[in-house]
């Protein structure tokens, strides 16, 4: 602690609409995230393309733009007004994703999909800061996770709706329906009251100049739980969606379900596991960090040293039905993580810091979760698929013909299963950092 106290705030009503607001364009944000993977089947069918190529689709396509501009948004973020750029970046996100109805081939589909992560960018460094402006550093993760069951939400809509709709009407259509609402949203934001920024922090800090992005890197650099943090949370969000985005292809194979059945699994597993695992980090890690504030660090490492072998077993189950509590259960604790972590990171740092400090965390959190995650389960399906293929897997089992051949389905169920299992084991890395973050948290939080 650096001695320097908050000064005394009237206490306010809870900001209810705001709150509603914001869980509204989490909610936005992952049915637009999770559309593509519900809609998988039917994209990898049409348009011809291997797990690899799909995993670079859900993954590194959307990542990299989502992250590199998260920076820069972020500034913007901490130097203007936080509400009308939410509006902008929704309409831009809710634009792409309907255009993407429009792609001809694979390309036009990535390209469109790094667009919509532009959009989407915006999203976390302004919901984040907001939040933070609106309720005391010991209750900011609780807000935070009531914010990201918005998520949770979303990611029952996008796995249950995408794949019913992609039955229903075509993959093509579905992009244009879930698009829709975004339009609305964009609207419906400007109507929030933009909160007084620092409002809960010491008038010396609000006096001081906002740092240029080197001097922010250089004081982010010298705090070490920071950069545990950063690789923590990078390394939980690589076995979040390199799992969870395969699930529903996952789910297809291994227990021959159609779009809307998987789907609906995929959007419960997500949904319940996001919910439950944010609140339980978010209101845990306040809880018990009034006690001490190492919980922050240590309640993410051990429930992720818990999920690691949780998603194993699950994953390597015969059916659905024995599959799906470990899974859930793995993905919940691991989704403990999300809350304690972006509320550390705001005790870490001064108000005009907040935007860009949790765009960072996010540019480990998507780069290497959701840009790597995807892309390396994909590469390890196809990888083991060819080794269980008698033939030329590459050739023989690609596009819609190869979807009803029984040795594909078999070779591709082994790729997929194997991958994902892999791909658990970095929980136990994640962990390691956080328990390393753990031991210089008291001196960095301001």
């Given at each position: 602690m650096n001695g320097q106290e908050a000064p005394e705030v009237k206490p306010e009503p809870y900001p209810y609409w705001m709150m509603f607001i914001l869980l509204l364009v989490a909610l936005s944000c992952f049915i637009d995230r999770v559309i593509v993977a519900a809609l998988g089947p039917a994209i990898k069918a049409d348009l011809g393309i291997s797990d690899a190529q799909f995993g670079l689709l859900t993954g590194l396509a959307f990542a990299?733009?989502?992250t590199t501009a998260g920076i820069p948004v972020a500034r913007l973020a901490d130097r203007r007004k936080r509400v009308p750029l939410l509006a902008i970046a929704t309409t831009i996100w809710s634009i792409m994703t309907m255009l993407s109805a429009y792609a001809a081939n694979y390309?036009?589909?990535?390209l469109l999909r790094l667009g919509v992560g532009i959009g989407e960018s915006a999203a976390s460094p302004c919901t984040v800061s907001m939040v933070s402006d609106k309720f005391p550093r010991n209750k900011r993760a609780t807000a935070l996770a009531v914010v990201a069951l918005g998520a949770s939400f979303g990611s029952l809509i996008g796995g249950f709706g995408g794949?019913?709709?992609?039955?229903?009407?075509?993959?093509?259509?579905?992009?244009?329906?879930?698009?829709?609402?975004?339009?609305?949203l964009a609207l419906m934001i400007l109507t929030v009251k933009e909160p007084i920024r620092g409002r809960f922090d010491s008038a010396a800090s609000m006096a001081r100049e906002m740092p240029s992005f080197m001097a922010m890197l250089r004081i982010l650099k010298a705090k070490r739980t920071f950069l545990h943090l950063g690789m923590a949370c990078g390394l939980t969000s690589f076995v979040n969606f390199g799992i969870l985005l395969f699930l529903p292809m996952y789910f297809g194979r291994a227990y021959d379900m159609s779009m809307t059945q998987a789907g609906l699994l995929f959007g419960l597993v997500t949904a319940v596991s996001n919910g439950i695992g944010t609140l339980l980090g978010g209101m845990g890690a306040d809880w018990a960090g009034k006690r001490d504030e190492r919980w922050y660090a240590w309640l993410p490492a051990i429930f992720l040293t818990c999920a690691a072998p949780l998603y194993m077993i699950g994953l390597s189950m015969p059916n659905w039905q024995t599959a799906m509590p470990l899974v859930v259960l793995g993905a919940t604790l691991a989704f403990t993580f999300y809350a304690p972590t972006f509320g550390a990171v705001q005790n870490m740092v001064e108000p005009r810091m907040r935007g860009t400090a949790s765009a960072i965390i996010i540019f480990f959190q998507n780069l290497v979760g959701m840009g790597i995650g995807p892309l390396f389960v994909g590469f390890l399906s196809d990888t083991f698929a060819a080794r269980a293929f008698s033939g030329?897997?590459?050739?023989q089992c690609r596009g819609q013909a190869a979807q009803s051949v029984a040795e594909c389905a078999a070779a591709g169920t082994i790729g997929i299963r194997y991958g994902m299992v892999i791909c658990?084991?970095?929980?136990?890395?994640?962990?390691f950092h956080y328990w390393k973050a753990s031991r210089t948290l008291k001196a960095d939080v301001i």
């Amino acid at each position: 602690m650096n001695g320097q106290e908050a000064p005394e705030v009237k206490p306010e009503p809870y900001p209810y609409w705001m709150m509603f607001i914001l869980l509204l364009v989490a909610l936005s944000c992952f049915i637009d995230r999770v559309i593509v993977a519900a809609l998988g089947p039917a994209i990898k069918a049409d348009l011809g393309i291997s797990d690899a190529q799909f995993g670079l689709l859900t993954g590194l396509a959307f990542a990299l733009l989502y992250t590199t501009a998260g920076i820069p948004v972020a500034r913007l973020a901490d130097r203007r007004k936080r509400v009308p750029l939410l509006a902008i970046a929704t309409t831009i996100w809710s634009i792409m994703t309907m255009l993407s109805a429009y792609a001809a081939n694979y390309w036009q589909l990535l390209l469109l999909r790094l667009g919509v992560g532009i959009g989407e960018s915006a999203a976390s460094p302004c919901t984040v800061s907001m939040v933070s402006d609106k309720f005391p550093r010991n209750k900011r993760a609780t807000a935070l996770a009531v914010v990201a069951l918005g998520a949770s939400f979303g990611s029952l809509i996008g796995g249950f709706g995408g794949g019913w709709l992609g039955e229903t009407v075509g993959w093509r259509n579905t992009f244009l329906v879930v698009g829709v609402p975004g339009l609305l949203l964009a609207l419906m934001i400007l109507t929030v009251k933009e909160p007084i920024r620092g409002r809960f922090d010491s008038a010396a800090s609000m006096a001081r100049e906002m740092p240029s992005f080197m001097a922010m890197l250089r004081i982010l650099k010298a705090k070490r739980t920071f950069l545990h943090l950063g690789m923590a949370c990078g390394l939980t969000s690589f076995v979040n969606f390199g799992i969870l985005l395969f699930l529903p292809m996952y789910f297809g194979r291994a227990y021959d379900m159609s779009m809307t059945q998987a789907g609906l699994l995929f959007g419960l597993v997500t949904a319940v596991s996001n919910g439950i695992g944010t609140l339980l980090g978010g209101m845990g890690a306040d809880w018990a960090g009034k006690r001490d504030e190492r919980w922050y660090a240590w309640l993410p490492a051990i429930f992720l040293t818990c999920a690691a072998p949780l998603y194993m077993i699950g994953l390597s189950m015969p059916n659905w039905q024995t599959a799906m509590p470990l899974v859930v259960l793995g993905a919940t604790l691991a989704f403990t993580f999300y809350a304690p972590t972006f509320g550390a990171v705001q005790n870490m740092v001064e108000p005009r810091m907040r935007g860009t400090a949790s765009a960072i965390i996010i540019f480990f959190q998507n780069l290497v979760g959701m840009g790597i995650g995807p892309l390396f389960v994909g590469f390890l399906s196809d990888t083991f698929a060819a080794r269980a293929f008698s033939g030329n897997y590459s050739e023989q089992c690609r596009g819609q013909a190869a979807q009803s051949v029984a040795e594909c389905a078999a070779a591709g169920t082994i790729g997929i299963r194997y991958g994902m299992v892999i791909c658990a084991c970095f929980a136990l890395w994640a962990a390691f950092h956080y328990w390393k973050a753990s031991r210089t948290l008291k001196a960095d939080v301001i």
